[in-house]
């Protein structure tokens, strides 16, 4: 018999692991179509702010492209899920030729400002990939040792660092550096030119140090 997803006493979705408990509003969407078969995916009602949890109390907002394009409702739902303690939020935004135009903006808001992970996609194809892969990757870290309670997430350290290489001029092996140096996404936006400069020199440096403090 299959375990059912559960709320406990505080009102936290208890979702076991293989399986995605998705908001009502997407059922018979692609995303929820490339999902069925690959991952359990259930639906149902009442997951605001949310689209998606996923178990060990990680949770996914959808941001379309329409979402984005029409303006910053969409803020008011990232904000409530930031204020959600017992929820670990990941933010998932359609980057298109259409909406790239308002992704920086989206981008310092969850990255910079509320120091939340963000994952760019294309289109509900590519998230529905994004999302199966962030469930086997929990199942797998669960199974590697079910008993022991992890310090830190690969999950986490994976998200950070596509999060870190969304920064201009930043890829994946300077990302690496960077997280050694600052780990977390606070620390590095908060960091001098000074201090940035160690790990990848003057002029990246006086870059990123631009494009922290444009929202401050």
């Known amino acids: 018999m299959e375990k059912e997803a559960t709320f406990s006493s505080t009102g936290l979705l208890q979702v076991p692991f293989g399986h995605v408990i998705g908001s009502e509003k ?5 995303l929820a179509q490339e999902m069925q078969g690959k991952i359990k995916l259930i639906f149902e009602e009442g997951l605001a702010p949310v689209d998606f949890h996923l178990s060990n109390r990680f949770c996914i907002l959808y941001i379309t492209e329409a979402d984005l394009v029409a303006g910053n409702n969409y803020k008011k739902r990232i904000v409530q899920l930031r204020n959600a303690s017992n929820l670990k939020g990941i933010i998932i935004v359609e980057k298109t030729q259409m909406s790239e135009q308002y992704f920086t903006t989206v981008q310092k808001f969850v990255v910079l400002e509320l120091g939340m992970t963000l994952l760019p996609v294309s289109n509900q194809m590519e998230a529905s990939q994004l999302i199966i892969q962030l469930v086997h990757e929990q199942t797998k870290e669960r199974n590697r040792n079910p008993f ?5 997430c690969q999950l986490c350290e994976s998200s950070v660092l596509q999060t870190v290489q969304q920064i201009p001029g930043v890829g994946k092996v300077m990302a690496l550096l960077l997280l050694q140096e600052f780990p977390s996404i606070q620390k590095l936006s908060n960091a001098s ?8 020199g003057h002029t990246l440096a006086e870059k990123m140090h631009t494009f922290f403090t444009q929202i401050r």
């Open 193 to 200: 030119i000074q201090e940035l400069e160690r790990v990848v």
């Open 148 to 152: 022991l309670k992890k310090k830190s």
């Open 26 to 30: 997407w059922r018979g969407s692609q």
